[in-house]
């Protein structure tokens, strides 16, 4: 039996591509837009975004069978505000000049709704250790959107990849996409390759 | 809502010329963030105070409710409507953004319930971090602290409205659920929080940061109305016809950038 | 009726364990921000002193931090001469904050020098506070009753703001003066803390 039929691997790569956030679900486009200047800003999200979603994930199906039903939002938001707290703080401690650059998204993964999305929807109903996988593989698909886009927007946008200049010299930058609409046109573009890349493999819309 | 706005007017009004009309008539403008075309006015003006140095003198510092330069707010609220639109530069409550804007009464009652409840979430939280938090040294509860604000203001709002007002619960009670998981309502309280304004501006700018939203979804959803009439590439699929008008339009406000300076 | 007091019980045991863990994140950052080493170098090149082997053990050698609770931050009073204050003071720019570190003397009732620490002034104008030239006018100059930016200079404590950014410069010299008027007050009527 390898690694790609287990149960785990199935639930970890639905989030990757079958059940990308972005592409298929559209959620957590806020901040895939707005962090996506520079690579390092989107990577840095990617893992906030990865840390509130797996440990939400984990806690609340932990808990799954104690949270009462009518609060059951409340309880998430609390769960995943105070992991945002510390992810937050962590990243001033570590890299105070990126968490400066990400301004208040930091605080906005809150009503991310990939996490929310997530634990209504996974964790609720599964054990802590499949939640946790699942957190991961949804995240990991919107992280790779990100840094999809984030890629795009720096190498074009400013002439660099991670702070160092990739293009040859006497590159004309393009100011588009680095401003908010160029945001948008990328992710337009992304989304229109990854729905002909659907099709043409025969999954069909959703 | 109307009401409200013109309250909110006059109340600041009435409070500002209290504490604020020291600031006024000491002819230093202590925030210098103006309009491009003031500058000027302020740059003559400033060095004819005879006094060598100001520092201990005439240091008025403004109270929280004080508005000693009346032509920030204005500049606050065009700022947020139009170069600054909270959806179209800063990317915030896309989700419902997207989502809800295929029709117009749709996104007309999603914009509407989203100004007020800004509005109203902002003022309050603000009160919170400024009396509560601030004193207590307690900052690092501020998301959290917001966002359960959020969550009570919402709830308890649609009970109140669903009691006293019928037909206004009727026309936008249906998305008062949803906002609490939208972020404009946490990104604006965040964003005044991260700008330090004052209590006034801070509602001035809640206000107008719902209603530049408002504003950009019924645009969207204006223009989504007449997609029957064209044919947008198949791959592009709903959302992606969205999100390419979206930019279309983001690129339009674009053209306010410079007119005025948040 | 049991179902809403278990319910009731869940929320406070969630609560009580969340405010249980910020509360212990919130002391680990703060005692961790408090020492930034890298404000330390600043703060020791400032005043012009050797930074020797390692930048903490010498400025807390040098220098002791005291709070003040109606002003946030901190004030870092010189161990060998009490006169010597440095404040972190920060202020409203055109753009967005402006974050200075202001030396002062009280003995002299001079500025020992300055350091930007953070501006998002515009780029060839305002932004030119950072640069040395700039900056090194501050060297020395007696302040006793604040500073003011100023085309012609010929009152004490005035200085050349810089050309084409005049906002900045006012903003510069708010900072400066409401740095000097904490440090008058932490330290006292007598001119000593």
């Known amino acids: ?100 650059e990400m301004g208040p998204y930091v605080g906005l993964i809150i009503t991310n709704c990939i996490v929310m999305g997530r634990s209504e929807a996974f964790a609720m109903s599964n054990t802590p250790w499949l939640s946790a996988l699942d957190g991961l593989g949804v995240s990991t698909g919107y992280g790779l959107v990100l840094l999809a886009i984030a890629v795009l927007r720096e190498v074009f946008g400013m002439g660099t990849l991670l702070g160092t200049p990739v293009m040859p010299g006497g590159y004309q930058r393009c100011g588009l996409l680095i401003s908010a609409p160029g945001a948008f046109l990328c992710l337009t573009v992304l989304l229109f390759l990854a729905n002909f890349i659907r099709e043409a493999r025969g999954e069909g819309k959703k | 809502m109307k009401n409200s706005f013109l309250l909110t007017l006059l109340a600041g009004l009435i409070c500002g010329l209290g504490p604020g009309a020291p600031c006024l008539l000491a002819n230093t403008p202590t925030m210098p963030i103006t309009p491009p075309i003031t500058a000027p006015a302020s740059v003559i003006s400033t060095p004819t105070s005879a006094t060598p140095a100001p520092a201990t003198s005439s240091h008025v510092t403004p109270g929280p409710f004080a508005i000693d330069d009346p032509m920030r707010l204005l500049v606050i609220f065009f700022a947020s409507v139009l170069t600054n639109n909270i959806a179209l530069a800063y990317f915030i409550g896309m989700c419902a953004f997207l989502a809800l804007s295929k029709n117009t009464k749709v996104a007309f009652g999603m914009g509407a319930a989203v100004t007020f409840v800004t509005g109203l979430t902002a003022m309050a939280n603000w009160l919170l ?18 966002i359960l604000t959020i969550a009570t203001i919402v709830q308890f709002l649609e009970l109140f409205i669903d009691r006293y007002f019928p037909p206004l619960y009727e026309a936008f009670g249906i998305f008062l659920p949803l906002i609490t998981v939208n972020c404009t309502v946490l990104g604006t309280s965040l964003f005044m929080v991260l700008r330090q304004y004052r209590f006034w501006e801070a509602t001035v700018f809640s206000f107008a940061t719902g209603l530049g939203w408002m504003l950009a979804i019924l645009l969207l959803a204006g223009l989504r109305h007449h997609l029957p009439f064209c044919r947008p590439p198949r791959y592009l699929g709903e959302i992606g016809t969205a999100l390419l008008l979206a930019g279309l339009m983001a690129m339009a406000f674009n053209g306010f950038s410079g007119m005025v300076k948040l | 009726m049991t179902q809403t007091w278990r319910d009731l019980w869940f929320m406070l045991v969630l609560t009580t364990i969340c405010t249980i863990l910020l509360v212990v994140v919130e002391g680990i950052y703060q005692t961790r921000m408090a020492t930034d080493p890298s404000l330390m170098r600043r703060a020791l090149q400032l005043v012009g002193l050797p930074l020797g082997e390692d930048v903490r053990s010498t400025f807390e050698q040098t220098f002791t931090t005291v709070a003040r609770k109606e002003y946030p931050g901190s004030f870092f009073i010189g161990k060998q001469n009490p006169a010597m204050i440095i404040r ?23 500025i020992l020098g300055i350091d930007v620490l953070e501006h998002s002034e515009t780029p060839g104008l305002g932004a030119r506070i950072e640069e040395e030239k700039f900056r090194a006018q501050f060297r020395g100059l007696i302040a006793r009753h604040g500073v003011r930016a100023a085309k012609i200079k010929f009152k004490e404590g005035e200085f050349d703001g810089v050309t084409g950014a005049t906002l900045t410069s006012k903003a510069v010299e708010e900072i400066i003066n409401a740095a000097i008027r904490k440090i008058k007050t932490v330290a006292g009527p007598g001119g000593t803390p």
């Open chain 1, 1 to 100: 039996m390898s690694l790609t039929n287990t149960q785990a691997w199935k639930v970890f790569a639905e989030g990757l591509w079958k059940n990308n956030p972005i592409f298929i679900m559209v959620l957590g486009i806020c901040s895939s837009l707005a962090v996506t200047t520079f690579v390092k800003n989107a990577f840095v999200m990617y893992l906030g975004v990865a840390f509130a979603t797996v440990f939400t994930s984990a806690i609340v199906a932990a808990i799954r069978k104690r949270i009462p039903a009518t609060y059951r939002m409340l309880v998430f938001m609390m769960i995943t505000s105070t992991l945002v707290i510390v992810f937050d703080r962590l990243l001033k401690l570590t890299l105070p000049a990126v968490s400066k």
């Open chain 2, 129 to 146: 971090n400024h009396f509560v938090l601030v004193p207590l040294g307690l900052e690092s509860f501020q998301f959290l602290v917001f």
């Open chain 3, 88 to 110: 972190q003071e920060e202020g409203a720019g055109l753009w967005g904050k402006i974050i200075l570190l202001v030396a002062y003397d009280l003995r002299r009732g001079a």
